[in-house]
């Protein structure tokens, strides 16, 4: 038995023997452990730290290490760990490539959780002061903005990855005009919303007149606009009309 065990700590897999490998795997066991133990620690600091504030700023940090997992913890001590050993340049590039990608997505996930948490208090604002629209603009804005981030990392990550960022972008280029000519109408009554919400020709309660209808604005929606006319019954008329044409306020 101690002979097979010397002969397993002795045995050569690219130039690395058995003890190489189990000091690695050691290494990878007490880094998630170490970085675990030094996320409770930052935790129960800032918990602590909340206990005795007002704001909601320490909560929102709190949520963002919480968001942070064993996979990561993982990456990181595969990374360290194999810095003990030599291995081909195809391995050492893939467990580079995972540990960029993994950190990619964490500093993405935290981006996107501070923009949120920005325009979390933006709508809550906006809907305690009944401003249903501009409420709505800023989710889709946001959605948008969101969208954007997640596409930059992703064509950032293939650039490193040794892709043609530049054809790819093309590409996606073409596809996007091949979208946006398919939902021409409803992108164009999104950026309809858009524009009432910035250059404000009107706003909720406001009486206007469209061509032969008139009445009270009663809702400024994403897509459409719903007006209370005069003898009770409802309009509704798509924002891309109503950024084209004359209003009456």
């Known amino acids: 038995m101690a002979m097979d065990i010397d002969y397993l700590m002795s045995y050569e897999i690219f130039g690395n023997s058995g003890q190489d490998y189990l000091t690695a795997a050691v ?6 452990i170490v970085l675990r133990l030094f996320k409770s620690i930052i935790l129960r600091r800032l918990k602590r730290l909340a206990k005795r504030t007002s704001t909601d700023i320490d909560d929102f940090i709190i949520n ?63 809907e305690e002061s009944e401003q249903v629209h501009e409420a709505h603009v800023i989710k889709t804005l946001a959605r948008i903005v969101k969208g954007v981030i997640w596409l930059v990392a992703i064509l950032m990550v ?17 596809g996007g005009l091949a979208i946006a000519f398919a939902f021409q109408k409803i992108l164009e009554d999104i950026f309809g919303s858009i524009s009432i919400y910035f250059d404000k020709p009107f706003q909720v309660g406001d009486f206007i ?28 008329i798509s924002n891309r009309e109503l950024t084209s044409t004359r209003i009456q306020n």
């Open 27 to 32: 290494m990878v066991v007490v880094g998630i």
């Open 64 to 126: 963002i290490v919480n968001q942070l997992h064993w996979p990561l913890y993982f990456l990181i001590s595969v990374y360290i760990a194999l810095q003990s050993l030599t291995l081909p340049d195809i391995v050492q590039k893939l467990f580079n490539y995972a540990l960029m990608i993994g950190v990619m997505y964490y500093i993405v996930k935290a981006i996107t959780a501070v923009f949120d948490y920005g325009t979390a208090k933006l709508i809550r604002k906006r």
């Open 158 to 174: 293939l650039s490193n990855l040794g892709f043609n960022v530049t054809t790819l972008v093309a590409g996606l280029g073409i």
């Open 209 to 236: 007149i469209v061509g032969k209808h008139l009445g009270v604005v009663k809702k400024i929606g994403i897509k459409s606009t719903r007006i209370q006319a005069l003898q009770g019954e409802e309009v509704v």
